[in-house]
C-alpha cells in the first residue's frame, strides 16, 4: 500500500469510528480527488477491512461503522481527530531524507474520551441541536444531568473543550470532553448558537510586557523572543479564551510570583479586561 493510500485509508478509519458516518465528501474534501475516486477509495477499504463498514444506508446517506469496528490506523485518542478537523495536523508527512528532518513532539496524557460521545456532539453542532448529558466537574464531582447546546469544539492547549449554552445555569459555558459520562442523548433543535455567545463573539486584546523586576538585559530577551514591539505584545483574542491564553503563556493574573524569572511576562491591561477573565 503506498502511502496516499494509506493516509486515505486513515482518514476513513477517522472520520468513520469518531463521526460515526462516512460519505465520499469526507475524502473529496480533504484529498481533492473525485466522487468517483472518493467511492472507489471507500471500496478497497472495505475489501481490505470488510467487518469496519457497513453497506451504504440510503437513509442515511453514508457509510456506518459496523459494531465490530476495530481501529487499523488510528489511535483511540480523540485529539487525532479533532487536531484534524482543526487544521493543526500536517495534511502529509515528508519521509524522503532529502525532505525529512528529525523532530519530537511533547504528548500530553490522552484524555478518556470515546466515540460514543462525539459522535452526537458531531451532530448536535451542526444540526444545532439540545444535547442531554451526564457531567461531572472538579466544582461538583457528583455526575449530574444537565442539557446544552454546543456550537464548538475549543482545543485550550492541554485539553479539548465543548462551548455550549448550559439550560441548568442560564449561560454559555466551556465543558471539559473528558468529564463527560456515558452516551448523550441527542434532542430536539435549540435556539441557542454560537451568535448569541457574546463572550465567544467578542474580540479583546491582551497585553503583555516583560516583568519590570526584569533586568534591562532579560527584558531585551524575551523581548527578542516574543517580537515585542515597544516593549509589548499585543495579543488578539476571543474574550471567552482570554483566560486559556494566558495560562499557556504561564502569565498568572492572581499574583505575581516572587521571582520574576519564573513570572516573565505580566498583563498590563488587566483592569480593561477582567470582566472576561476566570
Not at 207 to 215: A, F
Request: glycine share 6%; charged share 25%; aromatic share 8%.
Amino acid at each position: 500500500m503506498d502511502e496516499n493510500q494509506q493516509r486515505r485509508f486513515w482518514l476513513i478509519e477517522l472520520v468513520a469510528h469518531w463521526e460515526g458516518r462516512l460519505t465520499t465528501t469526507h475524502l473529496r474534501e480533504f484529498f481533492g480527488i473525485s466522487r468517483q475516486h472518493a467511492s472507489n477509495e471507500i471500496g478497497r477499504y472495505r475489501e481490505a477491512h470488510p467487518q469496519n463498514l457497513l453497506d451504504y444506508r440510503h437513509s442515511d446517506r453514508a457509510y456506518l461503522p459496523s459494531p465490530d469496528f476495530r481501529r487499523h490506523y488510528i489511535s483511540a485518542d480523540v485529539a487525532e481527530y479533532l487536531n484534524w478537523m482543526a487544521g493543526l495536523s500536517a495534511r502529509s508527512i515528508p519521509t524522503h531524507p532529502s525532505c525529512s528532518l528529525p523532530n519530537h513532539v511533547l504528548r500530553h496524557p490522552a484524555r478518556n474520551v470515546t466515540p460514543q460521545l462525539t459522535r452526537p456532539m458531531v451532530r448536535a453542532i451542526r444540526e444545532q441541536r439540545r444535547v442531554e448529558v451526564d457531567y461531572g466537574s472538579v466544582a461538583n464531582p457528583d455526575r449530574e444531568g444537565r442539557i446544552i447546546a454546543p456550537h464548538t469544539f475549543v482545543n485550550t492547549g492541554l485539553r479539548w473543550h465543548l462551548r455550549a449554552w448550559c439550560e441548568k445555569n442560564q449561560q454559555y459555558r466551556d465543558f471539559v470532553l473528558s468529564r463527560f459520562h456515558g452516551q448523550p442523548d441527542l434532542l430536539d433543535k435549540s435556539p441557542r448558537d454560537a451568535n448569541g455567545d457574546t463572550a465567544w463573539n467578542t474580540e479583546i486584546t491582551l497585553i503583555l510586557q516583560p516583568d519590570m523586576r526584569l533586568s534591562e538585559g532579560q527584558k531585551a530577551v524575551l523581548e527578542h523572543d516574543y517580537g515585542m514591539e515597544g516593549g509589548q505584545l499585543c495579543l488578539k483574542t476571543r474574550a471567552a479564551l482570554a483566560s486559556y491564553l494566558l495560562k499557556e503563556m504561564q502569565v498568572n493574573t492572581k499574583m505575581l510570583d516572587g521571582r520574576p524569572e519564573a513570572q516573565q511576562l505580566v498583563l498590563v491591561n488587566y483592569d480593561d479586561v477582567r470582566e472576561w477573565l476566570f
